[in-house]
C-alpha cells in the first residue's frame, strides 16, 4: 500500500513539474532592435523606451542616447555617448575605457567585484560586474569604444533567475553596427 502511494505521489509530481510555469525568456516577445543609425542591433524583450540628452563640456559638446526596457526583476540600458572628436585626439581608447568604467562604477555607488578588457567585433571593451542596493543586487556593464562612439550595455539589478534566461541572451545578442565594423560581425 505505500509503493503505491509512493507512485502516485511521483506521478503527481511530474505532472506539476511538467506544468510548471515558462522560464523567464519565455515570458517576454523578444525581437532585434536597432540599425547602423543607433550604431548597434541587438535582441530585446519588450520596446526599449528612449531619451536623449545633450551636455556642454570643455572638450565640446556631448550628446547622450539612452534606451532602456525596464521589466520586473530585471533592467536593460544601452547608453551610446557620442564623445567630442578632441577626445579621441588627446585620449587613448584604453584611457577613454578606463575612466569611463570608473565613473560608471564611482556614479552608481557600486561594489566592484570583476573589471576585464574585452573586445567585440575587434572594438574594444570593459565588462564590469557589480553589486547595487540593499540587499545588494548583482549588475553587469559593458562599455564599448567604436569611433568617437562610446556604448554603455548593462544589465541589472537583476534577479537570479534572470541570468540565464535573459541577461545572457541579451549580451549574446548585442553587436556593433558602424562603418568602422565588419558586416554581419
Known amino acids: 500500500m505505500g509503493r503505491v502511494r509512493l507512485v502516485l505521489a511521483a506521478t503527481v509530481l511530474g505532472l506539476l513539474l511538467s506544468s510548471a510555469p515558462a522560464t523567464a525568456a519565455d515570458e517576454f516577445v523578444w525581437r532585434t532592435f536597432g540599425s547602423a543609425d543607433v550604431g548597434f542591433r541587438v535582441e530585446l524583450p519588450d520596446t526599449p523606451d528612449y531619451e536623449h540628452a545633450s551636455e556642454l563640456t570643455l572638450a565640446g559638446r556631448v550628446q547622450h542616447h539612452h534606451h532602456q526596457v525596464d521589466l520586473p526583476?530585471?533592467?536593460?540600458?544601452?547608453?551610446?555617448?557620442?564623445?567630442?572628436?578632441v577626445a579621441l585626439v588627446f585620449f587613448s581608447p584604453d584611457s577613454i575605457l578606463d575612466r569611463a568604467a570608473r565613473d560608471l562604477v564611482s556614479d552608481l555607488g557600486?561594489?566592484?567585484r570583476c573589471e576585464e578588457k574585452i573586445e567585440l567585433q575587434g572594438q574594444p571593451g570593459r565588462r564590469l560586474c557589480f553589486e547595487l542596493g540593499l540587499p545588494p543586487h548583482p549588475e553587469e556593464s559593458r562599455l564599448f569604444l567604436?569611433?568617437?562612439?562610446?556604448?554603455?550595455?548593462?544589465?541589472?539589478?537583476?534577479?537570479?533567475?534572470?541570468?540565464?534566461?535573459?541577461?545572457?541572451?541579451?549580451?549574446?545578442?548585442?553587436?556593433l553596427c558602424g562603418e568602422d565594423v565588419a558586416p554581419g560581425g
Not at 526583476?73 to 572628436?85: K, M, Q, S, T
Open 73 to 85: 526583476g530585471v533592467r536593460i540600458d544601452i547608453e551610446r555617448h557620442d564623445l567630442p572628436a
Open 110 to 112: 557600486a561594489s566592484l
Open 146 to 175: 567604436l569611433g568617437r562612439h562610446l556604448y554603455i550595455v548593462a544589465a541589472g539589478p537583476y534577479e537570479s533567475t534572470y541570468r540565464e534566461s535573459v541577461v545572457n541572451r541579451f549580451f549574446e545578442s548585442f553587436r
